[in-house]
């Protein structure tokens, strides 16, 4: 059997969908399963246990022919589809396939998540009751001993602070020279802090290091494999809502994850032991309040 999953991003989407993941390979042991993927998730899940291949969609533009050939041609030859993605774009790869079994909520599909009300379900329980209608059982939680084989050294205990979030809301970030105040408590409490993100991040962690020099400036410098690995030996993380948060949530890294009002935790928030802390402007948050949100190291 032939089968098909696809799940094109963000990273916090791509972490929320692990256990989804892992539950179609338990039901399906025997089948070859494919994952469709944007570019920059393919190498971190080539490396999981769930697929036999993954292949990267390159999204082209509906008046793009040839890349729009190439990706029919991707979609096509599969006895079932599971559209975890299941929006609108994906669902119109529902035409494109070939019509197959398919799960999801594109018009036509075999196996609908037919449930009006899943635009306000959080991630994780619509996934689950989507699997459910195409018959798919929960399953043991996803094992991720895979992702922890590749670490960025950091010496003594250390704290992760994710100062980035999605450049086009800039409402999603706690501003970069209180995640530095911060960091200069970490530091005082024996805490290394430490930056990670994304290149583009490098600003924000330069900030972050003008109020605390002891900040280590990771932006850029890991794979996500390796962000996860710093993420399962820190002693607790911090940032806002954005993926990192959710992968560091999924390697059971303790921390706050910080909310605005430009995103519901009730719909989006990682899961693990991530407290989310929520206000109506992060611009207003005060440090004080951060810190007293944070658990204790160990």
Known sequence: MR??????????????????FADIRAHHPGAAITLLTTAPFAGLMAGSPWFDRVV???R???????????????LRGYDLVYDLQTSGRSSRYFRLAGRPAWSGIAAGASLPHANPGRDAMHT??????????????????AALDWLRGDTAAVTGPYALLVPGAAPHRPGKRWPAERFGA??????????????????SE???????????PAVLDLTGATTLRELAGLAAGAALAVGNDTGPMHLAAAMGCR???????????????????????????LADLPVERVAAALPEAH
């Open 182 to 199: 911060l960091a200069a408590g970490l530091w005082a409490r024996g805490l290394r802090p430490v930056a990670v993100g994304g290149a």
């Open 202 to 212: 490098r600003p924000l962690a330069r900030a972050m290091q003008a109020v605390c």
């Open 124 to 141: 994780v329980e619509r996934q689950r009751e989507q699997l459910a209608m195409a018959g798919v059982p929960g399953g043991p939680v």
């Open 3 to 20: 089968i098909l999953v696809i799940k094109l991003g963000a990273l916090g989407d791509v972490v929320l969908a692990f256990q989804p």
């Open 255 to 281: 921390g706050v994850v910080l909310f605005g009002s430009e995103s519901d935790p009730a719909l989006t928030a990682p899961r693990g032991r991530m407290a989310v802390l929520r206000v109506a402007a």
């Open 56 to 58: 990267v969609d390159a």
């Open 60 to 74: 082209p533009r509906w008046w793009d022919l040839a890349g729009v050939l190439r990706l029919r041609g991707q």
